[in-house]
């Protein structure tokens, strides 16, 4: 008896952090982390055969039953299921190596709230995020090659000021193997590759590596341009084992730099001379601020209704071509601004695109108590800002208890 629990003590110890499971042959093991936010109780999914409707052939439910198949969105607030901000572990399940199997995900209240982590022979290969209700994800029951190495983003924003470019961005070891070295490459239009050698890594499975290219991109034209970074001589043995996930493409364009006109200000001698651009016709009622896109267009934040009323919040007016012939303007209202955009004082836009609102207020939850507000991030991008979104807005995230903008 006591050498068999040495024995045990021995396995258990000396156990590597990825290990193979217990499944028949023509099997893998597979688990499944499951994560919730504050409201637990709202989340039911169910494991199924890729295909399967909710409660057809299902291998396992999770959650809260009360919740069910057919009661996403309904918000009933039952009791039940998965503690409040808790992290969850299923399974094991022995699935048929290389079949297709779905995870169906349900939230009472419809807002999502969920991640799944899927563990396939102890390998975090698949990772899904639960943002409304009635979600199908899918994947394949199959362990990770050998090697591998995905170019997983490109950091370079959108648009970029002329000059030396620092060409960033993430590598994932996708692969059973720790990665040593490998070579990362760009190019610019499909012109020549520019290769620095990354050596001395131990980047271990499913982890990441952020990169930094040696060579800065020295561009001092303005222009549309396609910038492709691709990995390749994985551990020097060449191809790795999934050459499709190998390299990423991107569009930038390169602007020329803000001018300064500051001396327009200060000086007695210039003229100022300014040219109506946008009246109430295009709907710019009290504006606060002016801001112009890294595309050119002219982005206007009005005022809109102050307070806790009905249709209250903030607007914006979008101007295509300011000032030239083909000048469009669109006008547009986020549905939940009364909260996110509530008396703005100030629009601002980044090189990735993204621009951010300030607000005039100390609570925006108008509940007299806690400075609940603060200024917000927004995409600009048409499918995403001021459209449908479960009821919170199309806002990316709002820095809290910074009332008045002021921190």
């Excluded at 003590?9 to 688990?31: M, R």
């Excluded at 000021?161 to 692969?175: E, M, P, Q």
């Excluded at 720790?178 to 050596?199: C, M, P, Q």
């Amino acid at each position: 008896m006591k050498n068999i629990l040495l024995l045990v003590i021995g396995i258990i110890c000396c156990s590597p952090s990825y290990t193979n499971g217990q499944c028949p042959g023509g099997q893998v093991e597979v688990t499944i982390d499951v994560d919730v936010d504050q409201y637990g109780s709202e989340v039911y999914w169910e494991l199924l055969p890729t295909g399967n409707n909710c409660g057809i052939g299902t291998i396992f439910s999770g959650g809260n039953t009360s919740v069910g198949c057919n009661g996403g969105g309904l918000r009933n607030d039952p009791p039940g299921g998965y503690a409040n901000n808790s992290s969850n572990t299923e399974g094991p399940w022995c699935l048929i190596d290389g079949n297709d199997y779905d995870i169906f995900f349900v939230d009472d209240y419809g807002d999502g709230g969920a991640t799944f982590t899927v563990n396939i022979e102890g390998y975090p290969i698949y990772a899904f995020t639960g943002t409304g209700t009635d979600e199908t994800f899918t994947f394949t029951a199959s362990g990770p090659p050998a090697i591998d190495a995905s170019v997983t983003g490109i950091e370079v924003c959108d648009f970029v000021v002329v000059g030396n470019i620092s060409i960033t961005g993430d590598i994932k070891n996708l692969g059973a193997t720790t990665i040593t070295s490998f070579d990362l490459n760009y190019s610019i239009d499909n012109g020549a590759a520019v290769t620095e050698n990354i050596s001395a890594l131990s980047l271990a499975p499913f982890t990441t590596y952020e990169f930094d290219h040696s060579t800065k991109w020295a561009v001092n034209t303005t222009a549309p341009y396609s910038l492709k970074v691709w990995v390749d001589n994985v551990n020097g043995v060449g191809a790795d084992d999934d050459t499709s996930n190998d390299d990423m493409t991107k569009s930038v364009t390169v602007i020329a730099p803000t001018p300064n006109i500051i001396s327009s200000y200060t000086s007695t001698t210039i003229t100022v001379t300014h040219e109506v651009v946008g009246t109430s016709s295009d709907q710019v009622n009290k504006p606060q601020d002016l801001d112009f896109h890294p595309n050119g267009e002219l982005w206007v934040v009005n005022r809109g209704i102050g307070g806790d009323v009905s249709g209250g919040g903030g607007t914006t007016v979008t101007f295509t071509d300011p000032g030239g012939t083909g000048q469009t303007s669109e006008f547009k209202k986020d549905q939940n601004s009364k909260h996110f955009m509530n008396e703005p004082t100030g629009i601002a836009f980044s090189l990735n695109t993204n621009f951010s609102t300030s607000p005039g207020m100390y609570d925006a939850n108008f509940s007299g108590g806690s400075p609940f507000t603060g200024p917000a991030l927004w995409s600009s991008d048409p499918l995403i800002y001021a459209q449908p979104s479960g009821g919170n807005g199309s806002h990316l995230d709002m820095l809290h208890a910074s009332s008045y903008a002021m921190g």
